[in-house]
Structures are given as structure tokens and as C-alpha cells.
T-cell receptor
């Protein structure tokens, strides 16, 4: 089955700097790659996703890149703010009707 | 607004009792919903896939008689933790495929068994 590896497990950046989180997946059949932000005590919130027919997607300060050949995808957050501090999870699945397989999460701390 | 509603958000129950958690899809009809469990500072682990009108599909190691799943309609799935024990204390989260197969999560339910 699918296996998703996520790095780093923790990341501290200064406010205004960029943050990058990387994930790799094992199943070449996976074609849906969402990123979730989870704040303490809450459910995961979808922040951006990418499908395998697209190499890059951007939404304001957040961008995701996908390299299907290498089977890895990355989350980029620019101009980080303290409210970006949270745990971020990458995930992969074959389609929306199959369950997501999650990475282990990255705890991002943005230091003011 | 919320796409998925989960209830209750927090519940405390005594050992040996059963607890039901509801997951409602507010914007989409869902033939499939997914139930996850999350321990503190850990990732989400898939427990089962809930299928409308048929039996749920459980992941390896998840006891189907302990974690009863019912998907009675296209907008409601329930997870019942039967004969709860303290080790069942966890954060339970459901998810629903939405438009374009984007997957949305509920706010989760904290279960504490005392």
C-alpha cells in the first residue's frame, strides 16, 4: 500500500521567512495530494491540494509543487506569520473516494 | 462554512459504556466516509471506510465489533465505541469526499474514558 514520508518533523522560522515541508510517496498510482493544517484540539483543515496532472499550484502565500517522476511534493509558505504556527500534514490517495494516507506531520513554529 | 459536522466535540464516559459519534456531510451526499483516530502528537490513522447501505471496511487491527460503524444515509455516518476502556481515549475524526473529490474533515471528537 501507499506510504508517505514527511520531513522535517519540526520546523522553526522567523516571522517573514519562508517555510518548506517535503513529502515523498511510494505508490505511483496516487494522484491526489492535499495538505492540511491542524491546530491544537481541532480537526485538519485543507489548505491546498494538487493533482497529478499539475506540477505547481499557488494560493496567496501558500504553494505546492509536485514531482511525479521522483514521487515527491512540497509545501511552501512565504512571508510566514505567527498564526501559521500549527501542525501540517501531507497526504496522498488514488482518488477522493479512497482514504488518504498521511505523513507524520510537521510542527511549524513561527517566531515573532 | 463547515462542510462536515461532527458531534459531540467532547465526551467523557465511564469504562464499559458505549459512546456514539456522529458525522454529517452538510454540503455533499457521501456514499463513502472515512473514520480516523489520532493520538496526541501523532498522525491520523485510518480506522475504517464507511459505506452507505453496506458494511464498513475496517483496517487491519481495528476491531469491527468494538468500533461499530453505521452509514444510514448519504449524509450521516456514526461510529459507536462499544464497551469503552481508557485505552480507547483518543481524538476521532471523520472525513468526507466533496466536490472534485476534495476530502474534508470534521472538527473531531475527543473521547475520554474514565
Amino acid at each position: 500500500g501507499e506510504n508517505v514520508e514527511q520531513h522535517p518533523s519540526t520546523l522553526s522560522v522567523q516571522e517573514g521567512d519562508s517555510a518548506v515541508i517535503k513529502c515523498t510517496y511510494s505508490d505511483s498510482a496516487s494522484n491526489y495530494f492535499p495538505w492540511y493544517k491542524q491546530e491544537l484540539g481541532k480537526g485538519p483543515q485543507l489548505i491546498i491540494d494538487i493533482r497529478s496532472n499539475v506540477g505547481e499550484k499557488k494560493d496567496q502565500r501558500i504553494a505546492v509543487t509536485l514531482n511525479k517522476t521522483a514521487k515527491h511534493f512540497s509545501l511552501h509558505i512565504t512571508e510566514t506569520q505567527p498564526e501559521d504556527s500549527a501542525v501540517y500534514f501531507c497526504a496522498a490517495s488514488f482518488s477522493g473516494n479512497t482514504p488518504l494516507v498521511f505523513g507524520k506531520g510537521t510542527r511549524l513554529s513561527v517566531i515573532a | 462554512g463547515a462542510v462536515v459536522s461532527q458531534h459531540p466535540s467532547r465526551v467523557i464516559c465511564k469504562s464499559g459504556t458505549s459512546v456514539k459519534i456522529e458525522c454529517r456531510s452538510l454540503d455533499f451526499q457521501a456514499t463513502t466516509m472515512f473514520w480516523y483516530r489520532q493520538f496526541p502528537k501523532k498522525s491520523l490513522m485510518l480506522m475504517a471506510t464507511s459505506n452507505e447501505g453496506s458494511k464498513a471496511t475496517y483496517e487491519q487491527g481495528v476491531e469491527k465489533d468494538k468500533f461499530l460503524i453505521n452509514h444510514a444515509s448519504l449524509t450521516l455516518s456514526t461510529l459507536t465505541v462499544t464497551s469503552a476502556h481508557p485505552e480507547d481515549s483518543s481524538f476521532y475524526i471523520c472525513s468526507v469526499p466533496g466536490q472534485g473529490n476534495t476530502i474534508y474533515f470534521g472538527e473531531g471528537s475527543w473521547l475520554t474514558v474514565v
